[in-house]
């Protein structure tokens, strides 16, 4: 079991936008910047495309539609090979934000800490075994049973960037409700999925060919490809998806759809962002 870690305890602070000139300046030399860390191809194992592209892009999302700023704690939940990671290490304050990254893929973490840690210590990365059909189908922890090692009200910013996308919906419930727990009060979370809408049709032409054999299960709010491992790609009706986060306790800031579907978009998943409310009646 993870000791539980007990980080800064000040309040959410006042959030001042940051300005988007600056912002798209620091995107592209995020991506043309050689000296960041980059791991060699072969060890990436989720996701395709650039990896330092894909990162800058999800930092200007953070920033434009979230309202992540310098100063913000960042837990980053599946955080993989550290693509969201590598990008953050120049925007958050070295000296007031923390970020901490969680993954069950062990290979992965070990990365993050040679090539990330060691130049930016602010920036710390746990392997958690939470067992997972696709990623770590020999994990000791089953998803009902995990728990977020932090304590209550720890971080102002939560990603969970292609995770809901690899679980069951009852693993969904446990994660939103274990997020809003370490969130501080205006806190946010930040969350991708493929969200099937009544007029979404997976098989339709101009979708991504990739998630054409979603199926729906009966009985269930949930979509998995037909043929492949369950947690391949895993979609949830848009109802379920929405009602799990304000069950949790989140209100709902926004949604915003993709292209995965065949629709213009500015992004790739569905994005789904809630905010932990300053007060809990």
Known sequence: MSQVLALSEHQSPARDAVDDTYLEWLCQQIIANHFLPVPPEEAVFVGDGDYRMIGAEFLGHFVRRAGLVPTDDVLDIGCGIGRIAVPLTQFLDPEKAIYRGLDPVANGIEWCKRSITPAYPNFRFETQDIKNSLYNPEGSIGGRGMRL??????????????????????????????????LRPGGRI????????????????????????????????????????????????????VNVLTSAGFEISSKSFGGWRGETAEHYQDFLIAEKPRRIA
């Open 190 to 241: 930040f969350l991708t999925a493929f969200i099937l809408r009544e007029q979404d049709d997976p098989a339709k032409p101009g979708s991504d060919v990739r998630l054409s054999g979603l199926e729906k299960v009966e009985g269930q709010p949930c979509w998995y490809l037909r043929g492949e491992n369950p947690m391949a790609a895993v979609g949830f009706d848009e109802e379920f998806i």
């Open 149 to 182: 090692p932090f304590q209550d009200g720890t971080f102002d910013f939560t990603a969970m960037i292609s995770v809901a996308t690899h679980l069951p919906p009852e693993e969904i419930e446990t994660y939103c409700s274990e997020v809003f727990r370490v």
